[in-house]
């Protein structure tokens, strides 16, 4: 029961938002971020061990570009879930916003890993649209 308490924890710390600040999800007031720049996982073990897989993530793109919480949905294992929030943590963003000005905008980020292919990361980004 303390490991469960432990874990809920510890899974909490990466859902909060940062400083406090108000996340907003895509709808009429609020525009999607748009992507900028993002580079290729670092390769490691879990290229050698031809590992692959798909790991599902929620983020939130803060109102200067940069990736601020990130929360796993869909594991792929340690390893990989490892490269992929060190992955979505690099990608840099124009902010999406909310009466003209930059906000966090919460995202779903879709990271898949084929040791088949000569690009080890494809990606898609989903808006996370409010349910109101």
């Known amino acids: 029961m303390r490991n469960l308490w432990i874990a809920?924890?510890?899974?909490?710390?990466?859902?909060?938002?940062?400083?406090?600040?108000?996340?907003?999800?895509?709808?009429?007031?609020?525009?999607?971020?748009?992507?900028?720049?993002?580079?290729?996982?670092?390769?490691?073990?879990?290229?050698?061990?031809?590992?692959?897989?798909?790991?599902?993530?929620?983020?939130?793109?803060?109102?200067?570009?940069?990736?601020?919480?990130?929360?796993?949905?869909?594991?792929?294992?340690a390893e990989l879930d490892a490269v992929a929030v060190d992955a979505a943590k690099r990608i840099r963003f124009a902010p999406g916003t909310k009466d003209g000005k930059p906000v966090a905008v919460r995202l779903a980020l879709d990271l898949r890993f084929d040791p088949r292919t000569n690009i080890p990361m494809r990606f898609s980004l989903v808006p996370q649209a409010d349910s109101n």
């Open 8 to 77: 809920v924890s510890f899974g909490l710390m990466f859902v909060v938002p940062i400083h406090g600040q108000d996340v907003y999800r895509v709808n009429e007031q609020v525009t999607q971020p748009t992507l900028r720049e993002m580079s290729q996982p670092k390769y490691g073990e879990w290229n050698l061990k031809q590992l692959g897989g798909l790991v599902r993530m929620e983020i939130d793109v803060m109102p200067d570009g940069t990736v601020g919480t990130v929360a796993l949905v869909k594991s792929a294992g």
